[in-house]
């Protein structure tokens, strides 16, 4: 495999969780009379970039179809982090009715009808149809395509340059980095800012998130990486903040190089300092997470072998990406997890990939009075354990499997 960024070939494994199909790839009753295909959930770092990177087995069009079941705006927590987003960027950068703002992969909207309430003009670009057209049923212009050089030239000659790109949770998503970010310096106002979201390298290795690695993935960032890729396009982070999303991601504030009106905010490099002294650029570094990973698949699987022997009953609660990871690579099936539950009514009556385990709605917990609701999307496990406080009626408890094994009554 070589490189995406540098094209170096590299021969270092990080982690391999075996064969998995994809994470988003739900299934209808007839689909599970059907083959399903596995693809191979190895991951991979650059000995010459340390770009931590999984090959591209399945092309993004089949992952990001009219068939994508992934809509945003079903987590209140998440829903309220970009609600804080926009109230901050309309306020540090002085947006308003004359500035454009052009999200990547906006999925149905949710972020983007946040600024147009304020009356801020706004774009979404979103590959996937069916979200897109709840994006479109809600006032939100959006192209439905993917992102790189061709169509920002295209948004060029349509007078369409941002004052401020987002992407949140999408630069991770790219197969080709140097069409993307190119894209990205082709789009942007030369006064403009860029802001991307993404899950960050280094709690994923201190904190053994395997689950956050799926075939929509096809890379796991570094600052110090993302820093040296928007560089090779002419592009400049003057600032980063560490925000708790997914575990722990980064944002970044990119402009372009020869733009002098932002400083570069300290941040940046403190974040250097800090990821060099954690060793990120040693290959040294990414050695011993395959056993860390092993030792969590052993705790749940010892877990549920114990609660099936003493006749318990144990649920899941959501249906995410992370989850279909951790599921897969565990080998867990529905003679150990019954079903799962999930806010989302476009997943609700399906399927999970590989594991074929139901899925219903969150009505299904208070008639089932489960004896422990395993919590998949740990990241929200505070918003999920609120919102289901009512099952220690009859003595429910919740399990956490990442980083570790924990059971919280």
């Known amino acids: 495999m070589k490189c995406r960024f540098c094209n170096h070939c590299i021969e270092t494994i990080f982690v391999d969780l075996a064969n998995s199909p994809p994470s988003n790839s739900y299934l209808t009753l007839e689909q599970l009379s059907l083959p399903e295909i596995y693809y191979p959930l190895k991951v991979m770092v650059c000995e010459n970039c340390f770009l931590v990177q999984i090959d591209k087995y399945k092309k993004p069009t089949e992952i990001f179809n009219n068939n994508y079941a992934y809509f945003s705006s079903y987590s209140t927590s998440w829903l309220e982090h970009c609600m804080n987003y926009v109230e901050f960027m309309i306020e540090e950068f ?3 009715l004359e500035s454009k703002v052009i999200e990547i992969g906006s999925n149905d909207g949710y972020l983007l009808k946040y600024f147009k309430d304020k009356n801020i003009p706004v774009l979404g670009i979103e590959p996937s149809s069916n979200t897109a057209e709840v994006a479109v049923s809600r006032g939100i212009e959006t192209i439905v395509d993917f992102f790189g050089v061709q169509l920002a030239e295209k948004l060029i000659n349509a007078g369409k340059k941002a004052n401020l790109i987002i992407g949140n949770n999408v630069l991770a998503h790219v197969p080709d980095i140097h069409d993307f970010v190119g894209g990205l310096k082709i789009l942007l106002e030369e006064d403009g800012i860029i802001t991307m979201e993404f899950p960050h390298l280094h709690p994923l290795v201190l904190n053994n998130y395997f689950d956050t690695i799926y075939h929509e993935h096809f890379s796991y ?28 991601s980064l944002r970044i504030y990119a402009k372009h190089i020869n733009d002098n009106k932002k400083p570069i905010n300290a941040n940046v490099g403190l974040q250097l300092i800090k990821e060099q002294d954690a060793g990120i650029s040693k290959i040294e570094y990414y050695s011993g997470f395959q056993v860390k990973t092993s030792i969590v698949k052993n705790e749940i699987i010892e877990f549920l072998i114990q609660q099936k022997r003493a006749d318990k009953k144990v649920i899941a609660y959501g249906a995410a990406a992370k989850g279909n990871t951790f599921l897969n690579y565990c080998g867990i099936k529905s003679d150990l997890v019954k079903f799962v539950v999930d806010a989302s009514p476009h997943k609700q009556g399906k399927y999970l990939p590989g594991s074929h385990i139901p899925i219903f709605s969150i009505e299904k917990i208070f008639l089932e009075k489960p004896d422990y609701v395993l919590i998949l999307p740990w990241n929200i496990q505070n918003e999920i354990i ?19 094994l924990k059971i919280i009554a």
Do not use: C, M, R
């Open 94 to 96: 002085n947006l308003n």
């Open 221 to 248: 960032l570094s600052f110090t990486i993302a820093k040296k890729i928007f560089e090779s396009k002419g592009l400049e982070i003057f600032n980063i903040q560490e925000i708790p999303t997914h575990g722990g």
């Open 386 to 404: 609120q919102q289901l406080s009512h099952i220690s009626s009859w003595g429910g408890k919740f399990v956490v499997a990442i980083p570790n």
